[in-house]
């Protein structure tokens, strides 16, 4: 049974068991499917984005594609009502309204920082723009358009992958970005969404980041990629051991494994230590034991 099913089929029996209608809920043991499906999510790199901007057909798809990847907006609900007037481009900051978060308190709104690559991308449409045009992307309000069709088309044309919901990827994206250079809440802000759900549904694994914390250690990806195994050392024959194999063979040294047998230098450290304390190798221990004997 889906989610959805699930859902519908819960909010039906509530109020039957709470009336006392029927006595025990037939569908206790369903479990409801997940939201989440990670083979139909993507990351858009910046150079892949790239190459999408560059062959948008018109400078409103370049903005759509642009402030999905680099903002997080939701397409096309958010791009719906975006006007000039809300972008600042004294403090960097746009004003998203939000249709979706809209039934929370507080939540109609938001703002969500401006990116150097959104940057540029909206100064040169906005240089572009008619005299006194009020939307960004003002054939978005007309509904006979279908963004995934076309959307699909311009990756196409890109050379790259067409993958499922490409804007909700974009905005997956971002969120995957700012969640590794922004505190996660302060992100989750930006975007419109709790934390929980960023990481449940927006926050993706990405194999590069492995690779730059590599090479950032000192290892190449080709050393990453070699088996975990012991270090090898060479020993003064020539011979090549394990670490392991040398560790266990300092163990059976005794005090050569701490840096050197007992010599007469090593004994003559602490002789006034030395000289107080006696061996209880050759005394038999008494019924009483060791410990003195208290008075009284």
């Not at 969500?112 to 054939?139: H, I, K, N, Q, W």
């Amino acid at each position: 049974m889906t989610r959805w099913m699930t859902r519908r089929s819960w909010n039906l029996r509530c109020p039957a068991l709470k009336w006392r209608m029927i006595e025990s809920n037939p569908l206790a043991d369903i479990k409801s499917g997940s939201h989440s499906n990670t083979e139909r999510q993507h990351y858009f790199s910046q150079e892949d984005i790239a190459r999408l901007i560059e062959q948008c057909p018109t400078r409103e798809w370049r903005c759509i594609f642009a402030m999905a990847r680099y903002a997080g907006v939701r397409v096309p609900s958010e791009v719906w009502d975006l006007g000039w007037a809300d972008i600042n481009w004294e403090t960097g900051m746009i004003l998203v309204r939000s249709p979706k978060t809209a039934g929370y308190a507080g939540k109609d709104t938001r703002s969500v920082p401006m990116m150097p690559e959104l940057r540029d991308v909206l100064r040169t449409a906005f240089e572009e723009a008619e005299e006194g045009a009020g939307y960004v992307c003002p054939s978005v309000r007309l509904k006979s358009n279908n963004f995934c069709t076309q959307g699909a088309r311009i990756i196409e044309r890109a050379g790259l992958k067409v993958w499922p919901k490409p804007f909700v990827n974009c905005r997956s994206s971002c969120a995957t970005d700012m969640g590794e250079r922004f505190p996660i809440k302060t992100a989750a802000e930006w975007l419109g969404h709790s934390p929980t759900i960023a990481l449940a549904h927006y926050h993706q694994s990405r194999a590069d980041v492995h690779a730059l914390t590599l090479i950032r250690g000192g290892l190449s990806p080709a050393e990453s990629a070699l088996p975990n195994t012991i270090p090898e050392r060479v020993t003064e024959s020539g011979t090549i051991v394990s670490r392991k194999a040398s560790l266990s063979a300092a163990d059976t040294n005794g005090p050569e494994r701490r840096g050197g047998s007992e010599t007469p230098e090593n004994k003559a450290v602490c002789p006034p230590l030395a000289a107080t304390v006696h061996s209880r190798q050759n005394h038999p221990m008494t019924p009483r034991g060791f410990e003195p004997l208290l008075p009284g």
